[in-house]
């Protein structure tokens, strides 16, 4: 395949701030197909674009054989049904996360990606962030060499802020009312909670996926302790993942930037990431090394690709490996085991409620 032709299902935030223009502009890639639900905004956005057929409906655009692969975002719960869909027509998938709000419903998802010719990748793009290869090098060299001795504790803190940062990406809107969404949650989930649970998923599963990926701890994770408050959001759930005790700190502040950082602490250093305001383009993560023993030392290396947008390199990695065959970063599969986490974290937390 020279040139990736894509299918995109959805014509919402992420689809016109980030993806469509992210894809649009790759030269092995041309969107060639979009669907959404409202016609008039479909029409909109395809011209914006310079889409060449635009459906009113998923499965529509999923009969068309010359579609080589699918991007989908929509509504959490719905997007994953979508994306179930189209990798049944045997072609790969790539979706904004979460995979699924429920282990029942990611399960299914992954049958569907058994299909001959599907693949699933998942929009986790912290693990294409150039300044978190970065660190993920630096993580690896520091437990095959052992020079800064054992990993003893590791944390994600993510309280937030302004994620948007300015970002001007034209935007198309239309007064056409949203189709009511199906309401998927865990069968053992009372409606109430439903909310919120989709809230901290959809928030932090991101940083218990870079936690994972950083440690390659892959399914080897289990909750410990949840102390969250009643809003179900605010405050710190431990883990041991892989033998490694990890901590996530969620809350919300009114920040001008974006507070969120990782760090993993050996015996003798650390490896600290921040991470950029999630839409700011052209800015990858920072990072901070240090070094103990006999002789102490600070680094802030800058990665080579030091110009660069998680996001972009997200859409790169996804085309290139449709083409090639080779294994996705953040494949369905891996993912989940985050669902499985979050699952775990809110049935913690609701007994702790008495709840259930």
């Given at each position: 395949?020279?040139?990736?032709?894509?299918?995109?299902?959805?014509?919402?935030?992420?689809a016109?701030?980030?993806?469509?223009?992210?894809?649009?502009?790759?030269?092995?890639?041309?969107?060639?197909?979009?669907?959404e639900?409202?016609?008039?905004?479909?029409?909109?956005?395809?011209?914006?674009?310079?889409?060449?057929?635009?459906?009113?409906?998923?499965?529509?655009?999923?009969?068309?054989?010359?579609?080589?692969?699918?991007?989908?975002?929509?509504?959490?719960?719905a997007?994953?049904?979508?994306?179930?869909?189209?990798?049944r027509?045997?072609?790969?998938?790539?979706?904004?996360?979460?995979?699924?709000?429920?282990?029942?419903?990611?399960?299914?998802?992954?049958?569907?990606?058994?299909?001959?010719?599907?693949?699933?990748?998942?929009?986790?793009?912290?693990?294409?962030?150039?300044?978190?290869?970065?660190?993920?090098?630096?993580?690896?060299?520091?437990?095959?060499?052992?020079?800064?001795?054992?990993?003893?504790?590791?944390?994600?803190?993510?309280?937030?802020?302004?994620?948007?940062?300015?970002?001007?990406?034209?935007?198309?809107?239309?007064?056409?009312?949203?189709?009511?969404?199906?309401?998927i949650?865990?069968?053992?989930?009372?409606?109430?909670?439903a909310?919120?649970?989709?809230?901290?998923?959809?928030?932090?599963?991101?940083n218990?996926?870079?936690?994972?990926?950083?440690?390659?701890?892959?399914?080897?994770?289990?909750?410990?302790?949840?102390?969250?408050?009643?809003?179900?959001?605010?405050?710190?759930?431990?883990?041991?993942?892989?033998?490694?005790?990890?901590?996530?700190?969620?809350?919300?502040?009114?920040?001008?930037?974006?507070?969120?950082?990782?760090?993993?602490?050996?015996?003798?250093?650390?490896?600290?990431?921040?991470?950029?305001?999630?839409?700011?383009?052209?800015?990858?993560?920072?990072?901070?090394?240090?070094?103990?023993?006999?002789?102490?030392?600070?680094t802030?290396?800058?990665?080579?690709?030091?110009?660069s947008?998680a996001?972009?390199?997200?859409?790169?990695?996804?085309?290139?490996?449709?083409?090639?065959?080779?294994?996705?970063?953040?494949s369905?599969?891996?993912?989940?085991?985050?669902?499985?986490?979050?699952?775990?974290?809110?049935?913690?937390?609701?007994?702790?409620?008495?709840?259930?």
């Amino acid at each position: 395949m020279n040139t990736i032709r894509l299918g995109y299902v959805g014509c919402g935030f992420m689809a016109q701030k980030v993806h469509l223009p992210n894809f649009s502009s790759l030269p092995g890639c041309k969107v060639v197909a979009l669907a959404e639900v409202r016609e008039d905004l479909g029409r909109r956005v395809q011209k914006r674009f310079e889409i060449e057929t635009c459906y009113r409906h998923h499965l529509d655009m999923a009969e068309n054989s010359e579609i080589d692969a699918f991007a989908v975002s929509a509504h959490f719960a719905a997007q994953g049904e979508i994306a179930g869909d189209l990798l049944r027509t045997g072609r790969p998938v790539f979706m904004e996360k979460p995979m699924a709000v429920s282990v029942i419903q990611a399960e299914a998802i992954l049958d569907a990606a058994k299909t001959p010719g599907a693949r699933l990748m998942l929009g986790y793009m912290k693990r294409y962030d150039a300044g978190n290869e970065l660190v993920k090098a630096t993580l690896d060299q520091f437990r095959s060499s052992g020079e800064a001795g054992p990993i003893v504790y590791a944390r994600a803190h993510g309280f937030c802020g302004d994620w948007i940062c300015g970002l001007d990406t034209p935007m198309e809107t239309s007064d056409e009312p949203m189709p009511e969404a199906e309401t998927i949650r865990p069968a053992w989930l009372p409606e109430a909670y439903a909310g919120p649970y989709i809230s901290y998923l959809q928030q932090y599963a991101h940083n218990v996926n870079l936690l994972r990926f950083f440690l390659d701890a892959g399914d080897r994770v289990r909750v410990r302790t949840v102390d969250l408050d009643e809003d179900g959001y605010t405050g710190i759930v431990s883990f041991d993942m892989d033998g490694v005790r990890g901590v996530l700190e969620s809350g919300r502040l009114d920040h001008h930037r974006w507070d969120e950082h990782t760090q993993v602490y050996f015996q003798n250093g650390w490896v600290k990431t921040w991470a950029p305001p999630l839409l700011h383009k052209n800015l990858p993560a920072e990072v901070e090394i240090y070094r103990g023993g006999d002789e102490h030392s600070y680094t802030r290396p800058i990665p080579r690709d030091r110009w660069s947008w998680a996001y972009h390199r997200e859409a790169e990695h996804f085309i290139a490996c449709v083409r090639n065959g080779d294994p996705f970063r953040s494949s369905g599969e891996d993912t989940l085991t985050d669902v499985r986490l979050f699952e775990d974290i809110y049935r913690i937390f609701l007994e702790q409620q008495g709840v259930l």
